[in-house]
């Protein structure tokens, strides 16, 4: 049936119709963030200055047999060293200008400092990751899935290196973690130490990604780690022990503000300075993967 003529509608009467603004925010997903605190951390080291730390090595010395009436045979090893370089500076930057803090029904410094931290933050979780490039020790490649076989392979190169049992870690991607939950050994598992509800504690609260453990093996799962643009794209999983890598944050994310009277604006900062490297290459296995 056809409305009569001059009927008023939504379109005529538009002006009064109200739009309404959520008080919820769409904020953007971060990634779990799980590198950083499971490497070696010489913080300490570079805490008041300095821009290398040099870390040396020490041998294992070797025993001789020891003939009767002979001189004992002296071990003399020449050590080396390993070095981290404190070169990484980096910064988030954004300016508030008072308009927009004053006419906005959202607290728009907290949000955005708080998504400068994390900003901050998954820089240094994926310079970690990044650190896989050095790794003499892989399995895998672009186009096998992460399997039984090849976890077990990654395994063995850590024992094969003496590598310590406790503070080992499997760093995932999703897709790899899609593939570990088709293989009944694992998903079926039940028990202390499998599942999120046992996930270990850091510094009173349970860790980001915590998925399972697999052979000792802590596992985690992120988004955060690096996918190599290939014919097939290959992710860079990453299986190691803590002392595979150090890093020194010679600096911890900071947090400055400062009004701009110029602008008429707040102008907010968040940095960090630190340095990173592989020290035990034996001891870390880039686990390739198809993506």
Excluded: C
């Excluded at 004992?72 to 910064?91: A, F, M, R, W």
């Excluded at 046992?198 to 985690?220: C, H, R």
């Amino acid at each position: 049936m056809a409305y009569p003529s001059g009927q008023m509608g939504t379109t005529e009467n538009a002006v009064f119709i109200p739009e309404i603004w959520s008080s919820e925010i769409i904020r953007a997903t971060e990634a779990n963030l799980v590198l950083a605190d499971k490497v070696k951390r010489y913080d300490g080291d570079v805490k008041s200055k300095g821009d290398t730390i040099h870390i040396p090595e020490l041998s294992n010395l070797t025993a001789h047999a020891k003939t009767a009436g002979a001189a004992v045979t002296l071990n003399n090893p020449t050590e080396g060293e390993k070095e981290i370089s404190v070169d990484q500076h980096y910064e988030t930057s954004f300016m508030i200008e008072d308009i927009s803090k004053v006419q906005s029904a959202y607290n728009l410094m907290s949000e955005y400092t708080g998504k400068a931290g994390y900003s901050i933050a998954k820089n240094v979780d994926y310079a970690i990751a990044g650190l896989y490039s050095g790794l003499s020790q892989y399995v895998g490649d672009g186009s096998t899935d992460v399997d039984d076989e090849n976890i077990i392979r990654a395994v063995q190169y850590l024992d094969e290196a003496d590598a310590p049992e406790m503070d080992r870690f499997f760093v995932i991607k999703p897709s790899a973690k899609a593939d570990l939950m088709g293989i009944d050994k694992f998903v079926l598992r039940t028990g202390p130490g499998w599942g999120p509800q046992d996930s270990p504690i850091l510094n009173g609260a349970k860790e980001n990604g915590f998925w399972g453990d697999i052979y000792g093996v802590k596992v985690f799962v992120s988004t955060n780690l690096v996918t190599q643009v290939a014919t097939p794209n290959v992710v860079h999983n990453l299986m190691f022990q803590k002392e595979a890598f150090g890093l020194a944050m010679q600096q911890s994310p900071r947090t400055q503000s400062q009004y701009k009277q110029e602008y008429l604006a707040n102008l907010v900062t968040v940095d960090v300075l630190y340095g990173l490297a592989e020290l035990r290459d034996t001891f870390a296995v880039d686990f390739r993967a198809k993506a």
